[in-house]
């Protein structure tokens, strides 16, 4: 089985700046350029909204509206890994940030339309933001 797992939250002030990395894994994994990734995020009490996406290569990226200009997603395929590189933190953006995969071949557009069409998902990683 592959397994994803989140990692890089944590407590900041608003204003501040945080990276969360996403590393995949297993024997079952087949090629990680297969893959669109994204990024999405849950708050206490709100559904799961979609933050950030990439396409297989990591030529095409797609953001929400309310991160724009403020995160930047990544992907290195030899490593495995996604980024989302999080600046100019607002108290709006603490929640619980998860990496998600689309289905292997499935387009950008897979993970822009949220997160009932992602096929893995790491476990979580929490951010908090103080005013």
């Known amino acids: 089985r592959c397994s994803w797992q989140a990692s890089g939250g944590g407590l900041v002030q608003a204003g501040g700046s945080l990276r969360l990395s996403c590393a995949a894994s297993g024997r079952d994994f087949s090629d990680f350029s297969n893959y669109a990734m994204g990024w999405f995020r849950q708050a206490p009490g709100k559904e799961r909204e979609f933050v950030a996406a990439i396409s297989w290569s990591g030529g095409s990226t797609y953001y929400a509206d309310s991160v724009k200009g403020r995160f930047t997603i990544s992907r290195d395929n030899a490593k495995n890994r996604v980024y989302l590189e999080m600046n100019i933190l607002k108290p709006e953006d603490a929640a619980v940030y998860y990496c998600?995969?689309?289905?292997?071949?499935?387009?950008?557009?897979?993970?822009?339309?949220?997160?009932?069409?992602?096929?893995?998902w790491g476990k979580g990683t929490l951010v908090t933001v103080s005013s």
């Open positions: 998600a995969a689309a289905p292997p071949g499935d387009p950008l557009i897979t993970v822009i339309r949220g997160p009932h069409g992602m096929e893995y």
